[in-house]
């Protein structure tokens, strides 16, 4: 969303912030907590903060435009709902790719 608005830079930061939170607070709760159960609620949380707070910063960007410009997302958004059709499609095919592998080899 944030390249077909020419936010690159602001897209690439918010991709390096949004990979520290997801792998940093599982460490965080494992070492607060001593417990190897708060990992994988350190992943889910990491992983929901992500998208909660860039939803948040999108809202903001246009809300706010370039320049006094106003910001219609109707034509971004129809460019990237395909798009991030195709990345769950890849992703699923994935998972499914490791599902089959696991249930042949008995892992």
Do not use: C
């Not at 070492?31 to 999108?58: E, K, Q």
């Amino acid at each position: 969303m944030l390249w077909g608005v020419q936010k690159f830079k602001f897209q690439a930061e918010w991709n390096i912030t949004g990979v520290i939170v997801s792998y940093s607070l599982p460490l965080i709760f494992l070492y607060a907590f001593r417990d190897a159960n708060f990992i994988v609620i350190g992943w889910a949380t990491g992983n929901a903060i992500s998208p909660v707070a860039f939803l948040i910063m999108l809202i903001s960007i246009a809300r706010r435009g370039r320049r006094g410009e106003t910001f219609h997302p109707i034509p971004v958004i129809k460019y990237s709902v395909p798009i991030f059709m195709a990345s769950l499609i890849g992703y699923d095919a994935t998972y499914v790719d490791r599902f089959i592998v696991s249930y042949i080899m008995n892992l």
